[in-house]
């Protein structure tokens, strides 16, 4: 018994000096991350009925090509930054879903003109985006990628007047614990992915209700 107990200790003892050691690599590395889509959950049937016509996905230029730069809320990790185009990942993932949820697609774009050829504006925007590596939930044996997002999408009219808008929280989401990873901003660009992805799904459902509700049917 005695052995086995020993045999534990020693291996906990051994994942904890390598994380140890992973963390202390980590100082001052720079992550990169990209829009990548097979990170997106592959379950992307067309909706039941499709709503009539086509939408339109309406971002800021600033917010398609000025990525996120920033350091994870935890200790671990803090030294380090990741870059992520969230812009460009939200409006992707947003012609991705919103796409089957029209009958003719959607089309993306920068500006509010000719909002006559369509049925719907979606306008998706991250409001929030924190990340961390937890590895206090693991008693430093490993540690747990998350992220904490906040999704606003809005509709607007033909003149370009917003008349619904909601905000979506994930509250803090994990990802799959590690004890050493060579990309560990790539572990939290992932979790942005499934996450962004989930909160989108969620806003297209409810504004497929208010686009029925609006025109009567």
Aim: hydrophobic share 35%; net charge positive.
């Amino acid at each position: 018994m005695q052995t086995v107990q020993a045999s534990r200790l020693s291996c906990h003892w051994k994942r904890g000096l390598l994380v140890g050691l992973f963390v202390l690599s980590l100082g001052g590395c720079a992550f990169v991350s990209n829009y990548n889509p097979a990170y997106i959950p592959n379950d992307q049937g067309s909706a039941q009925v499709a709503l009539p016509g086509k939408g339109l996905i309406f971002t800021e230029k600033t917010d398609d090509v000025r990525p996120y730069t920033g350091s994870p809320t935890s200790f671990t990790g803090s030294s380090t930054k990741l870059t992520i185009p969230l812009g460009t990942i939200t409006r992707e993932i947003a012609i991705s879903v919103f796409r089957r949820e029209f009958r003719d697609g959607v089309d993306s774009a920068n500006d509010l003109a000719d909002l006559h050829k369509y049925s719907a504006v979606v306008c998706p925007k991250i409001t929030k985006f924190t990340y961390e590596y937890n590895q206090a939930k693991n008693l430093g044996f490993a540690i747990t990628p998350t992220v904490d997002i906040s999704l606003e999408v809005q509709l607007r009219n033909k003149e370009g007047r917003t008349y619904w808008k909601k905000i979506y929280n994930s509250g803090v989401r994990e990802g799959p614990a590690y004890v050493v990873s060579g990309s560990p901003g790539e572990r939290i660009s992932e979790l942005t992915h499934k996450t962004i992805y989930a909160l989108m799904t969620r806003a297209a459902a409810d504004v497929r209700g208010v686009l029925v509700v609006r025109s009567g049917k």
